[in-house]
């Protein structure tokens, strides 16, 4: 048993948001108890004590997009033609770079990525994994990175139609072994999804395959949606409806299932969505960084859909998603009063909801029998800070590079701005060594 205490407590729990002096009691990967400091003490005093002095003790964050396999695009130069539009993007930088993977460069992606989302307070995080020349083994390889870093993952491998049928028929295997060994882990660490790249690179044979071989898996599907224009025109003009109409008619729509972006999805395909339960997920900076439009999540949100917030691999640092998230809706409704209250409800409430249709556990909350992912954040409030306002303190005063501890299903693997078991600077010389023998292939 270990108690956390005197720390400003942000529980975003309904009964208690928010204690000023507070402390939170870790036994068995559970939240055990809360409240005030001193109460706790006298409750549990004989037991293991940290004293935050004053940090803020709140819920990790939960990822619910992200590419892992784009790391090694950071600082990467290529030569090729001037990208003029998304598909041009897909073409000319991500479609080269996850054929020239192997399996040591996912590994080292892995380890870059996690470690980055758990020092920026990440504690669950969904994966879309691409590596047409490296199938066999890539959900695994990042499984067991994972493991080792002490992260919650839910994994998936995005088959397309784009390498061939063989490539296809790999990714389809890929998803099914892992989604079968994580069945069998029984584990609240590990958790898959079946994947699929979009629309538009996928035929109807090849939909209807996926859907055929993981049907009675029970899995919900991990898909991009209409995130660029040509998704939907490749829809229009090949099957006379849209996007999600088309994955409606193949019953991919679910609450188990995640459909990233849905930028272009008109009122219909919104309605649609609603009435599935179909899961969302938005990623303002991604769309804006490859100038696809604005999601429609305020309209989605107000329609009873759950949406999330991801980063689709554009950053591993949910505040600024959640910042950015706050202002392009406010720019593009010329609206200053919009996503005060929708921005934040994707991070910690809807987020929340996604983690638990895909693991075991009640997730970002402090509360009694929760899972103890917490992250300790170094903030000193140069004003009041209390139950009517800590969601202004978040977003306009703490970032990823304030978070101070990382504590993942009651085990700390982050401390003090230090990984605990992980010799970072080892990782790091050697991803560099990696990725350099990576670019001269992409």
Same mark, same amino acid.
């Given at each position: 048993?270990?108690?956390? =205490? ?17 402390? *939170? ?19 549990? =005093?004989?037991?293991? &004590?940290?004293? *935050? ?12 997009? =992200?590419?892992? /396999? ?12 001037? $990208? ?17 993977? $192997?399996? !040591?460069?996912?590994? /080292? %992606?892995? &380890? ?22 490296? *199938? +066999? ?22 088959? $397309? ?15 099914? @072994? &892992? ?23 996928? $035929?109807?044979? %090849?939909?209807?395959?996926? *859907? ?18 040509? @998704? ?8 006379? #409806?849209?996007?999600? +109409? ?42 804006? =960084? ?23 691999? /554009? ?21 200053? %009063? ?10 910690? !409430?809807?987020?929340? #909801?996604?983690? !638990? ?15 103890? @992912? ?17 969601? %202004? ?31 970072? #600077? ?13 670019? @001269?292939?992409?």
């Amino acid at each position: 048993m270990k108690i956390l =205490g005197n720390g400003r407590l942000i529980t975003q729990n309904n009964q208690k948001p928010f204690i000023e002096n507070g402390a *939170v009691v870790i036994e068995k990967g559970k939240i055990l108890d809360y409240g005030n400091t001193e109460d706790i003490l006298k409750k549990y =005093g004989n037991e293991e &004590y940290v004293n *935050v002095y004053g940090k803020v003790i709140m819920p990790g964050l939960i990822n619910t997009h =992200g590419h892992i /396999y784009s790391a090694f695009a950071r600082g990467m130069n290529l030569n090729g033609p001037i $990208s003029k539009d998304f598909v041009d993007i897909l073409k000319n930088l991500w479609w080269r770079l996850d054929k020239s993977l $192997s399996i !040591e460069d996912i590994k /080292y %992606s892995t &380890y870059c990525t996690l470690m980055e989302s758990l020092k920026f307070g990440v504690t669950t995080f969904f994966d879309h994994h691409a590596s047409p020349n490296s *199938v +066999e083994g890539s959900l695994f390889t990042i499984g067991n990175v994972a493991e080792e870093l002490g992260i919650r993952t839910s994994l998936c491998y995005e088959v $397309s139609d784009r390498d061939g049928e063989e490539i296809l028929n790999k990714g389809i295997k890929e998803n099914i @072994d &892992y989604i079968n060994y994580c069945k069998k882990k029984k584990s609240n660490m590990k958790s898959a999804m079946f994947g699929m790249h979009a629309s538009f690179t996928l $035929s109807d044979k %090849s939909l209807n395959k996926c *859907v055929e071989q993981s049907e009675s898996l029970n899995c919900g599907y991990h898909i991009h949606v209409a995130e660029g224009i040509a @998704d939907e025109e490749d829809c229009i003009q090949k099957y006379n #409806k849209r996007v999600v +109409e088309r994955l409606n008619d193949f019953n991919v729509l679910g609450k188990n299932t995640i459909a990233v972006h849905c930028v272009h999805a008109d009122e219909k395909e919104k309605d649609l969505v609603a009435e599935s339960n179909t899961c969302v997920v938005h990623n303002p900076e991604s769309n804006m =960084g490859n100038a696809v439009g604005v999601s429609p999540a305020i309209e989605l949100i107000n329609k009873g859909v759950i949406v999330g917030l991801g980063t689709d691999g /554009y950053t591993q640092d949910m505040f600024e998603s959640m910042k950015v998230a706050n202002i392009i809706h406010k720019h593009n409704l010329k609206n200053p %009063s919009v996503a005060w209250r929708e921005v934040p409800s994707m991070l910690f !409430e809807n987020n929340r #909801k996604i983690a !638990e249709n895909h693991f075991e556990g009640k997730f970002g909350v402090i509360d009694k029998g929760g899972n103890a @992912d917490l992250i300790i954040i170094d903030y000193d409030p140069l004003t009041p800070m209390d139950k009517t306002n800590y969601t %202004s303190h978040i977003l306009f005063g703490m970032m990823g590079k304030s978070v101070d501890t990382t504590i993942v299903n009651g085990k700390t693997v982050f401390k003090n701005g230090e990984f605990v078991d992980i010799d970072e #600077k080892r990782i790091l010389a050697k991803s560099r060594e990696v990725s350099r023998k990576l670019w @001269d292939t992409v």
